[in-house]
């Protein structure tokens, strides 16, 4: 009997040493599964305070985490189950997909062998004229003094701008206002080109302080009126003529656009803290023509190569640090309702099909225009967003 008591305690003790044991065991794995999960939603925050965000910036909860390179390898390679080459409503995605490259007319188009450019302010002497319009100072930030406009109901006729077109070739014009709330949110812009008046809607009660691209055509030489505003709108509002510049070639920032590339960042100091839409625009641009190279494997280079998170990197490394992979972006930031978007806003993509990771990203620039580094153009480039397929969000980094 002693013999059975004496064996029973022995099987007692040992369960419960090995119980203990277990307990501990876990409990050490739990905080290693926590250690290298990466932090705590604290932990990501405080990384983003350090990189000199203005104001709080919520994170979004941690997504399980996708293998972006290997799927864009497979994708690239076009192997097995690859998703097809996606499709906009005429013309194949132009943002990270594999195979399809834009035609060598296009191309030889983007930037001129020689630069021009002109700016037709409201009161340049001799070309500009609206008849009907007022003119109003004071209200920042308007090109030069003042502004021209003029309201709808009363049925004025078109403002227009006078521009030397010196050879037949392909232009981009740009547009600039003050934004007002009483402005008119579908001011109509018309272009002379080498077919005949494009017209191109605006709202600008939006995207004002800034060159705003409204598309590149193709325009005949000579002097006469290149731009004209409508003073017709089916809505609301005034209708502005403030400014008009038109830039040779359809990939060619504006002028004043390019002093980031020669070091100079628009007067705001290094560190600032806060990142201004208008500015990440105005730096963006200054990398247009910039060659597409994927990284990785290439090296991720300001204006020597760069891809589409890349890109983004660098415009944004002025106040935050982002990682070179477009899932990872958009982890941070506010989200932003597809309406509400802002110049300087990241917008994503799913190129390849809501079920696959995101493929692209890109920074919003007004007006429905992005600007990002295309496998299509090959270069970085500023195009209609409508022309990447599988819109997928945006997200505010200020």
């Known amino acids: 009997m002693r013999r059975l008591v004496l064996a029973l305690s022995a099987v007692f003790l040992s369960t419960a040493v090995a119980l203990v044991a277990s307990h501990f065991a876990l409990s050490e794995t739990s905080k290693a599964d926590r250690t290298d999960s990466g932090g705590s939603a604290s932990e990501v925050y405080a990384h983003a305070g350090s990189a000199q965000y203005a104001t709080p910036t919520r994170v979004e909860p941690e997504l399980p985490e996708t293998d972006y390179y290997s799927f864009y390898d497979h994708w690239l390679a076009r192997q097995g189950d690859a998703p097809e080459v996606p499709q906009t409503e005429d013309a194949v995605s132009e943002g990270s997909t594999p195979e399809v490259r834009a035609p060598a007319e296009a191309l030889s188009a983007m930037e001129p062998s020689e630069a021009y450019s002109q700016v037709v302010d409201n009161d340049s002497a001799r070309r500009f004229s609206a008849r009907g319009w007022e003119e109003r100072s004071g209200i920042a930030p308007s090109h030069g003094k ?44 018309g272009i002379r080109t080498s077919s005949g008046t494009r017209w191109t809607e605006v709202d600008q009660r939006r995207d004002g302080g800034m060159w705003v691209r409204l598309g590149d055509y193709e325009m005949e030489a000579g002097y006469r009126t290149a731009v004209r505003v409508s003073g017709v709108a089916k809505t609301e509002g005034r209708v502005v003529a403030d400014a008009i510049m038109v830039v040779r070639g359809t990939q060619t920032a504006p002028p004043r656009e390019d002093a980031a590339r020669r070091g100079s960042d628009g007067g705001a100091t290094v560190g600032s803290g806060r990142a201004n839409g208008l500015e990440v625009v105005r730096r963006a641009r200054a990398h247009i023509g910039t060659p597409y190279r994927h990284s990785p494997p290439l090296p991720c280079e300001a204006f020597r190569s760069e891809d589409c998170s890349c890109l983004t990197s660098m415009v944004f490394s002025k106040w935050l640090t982002l990682p070179d992979d477009p899932v990872a972006q958009w982890r941070m930031g506010e989200s932003v309702a597809k309406s509400d978007l802002l110049p300087g806003d990241l917008v994503f993509f799913k190129e390849a099909g809501e079920a696959n990771p995101i493929t692209h990203v890109a920074i919003y620039s007004g007006s429905n225009n992005i600007i990002h580094a295309s496998t299509y153009w090959g270069h970085v480039v500023e195009r209609p967003l409508e022309q990447v397929s599988g819109y997928y969000g945006a997200k505010r980094l200020s």
């Open 146 to 189: 003042d502004f021209s406009y003029a309201w709808p109901q009363r049925d004025p006729g078109s403002a227009r701008f006078r521009v030397r077109i010196p050879d037949k070739d392909y232009y981009t014009v740009y547009a600039r206002w003050p934004a007002a709330r009483g402005n008119n949110s579908g001011t109509r812009f």
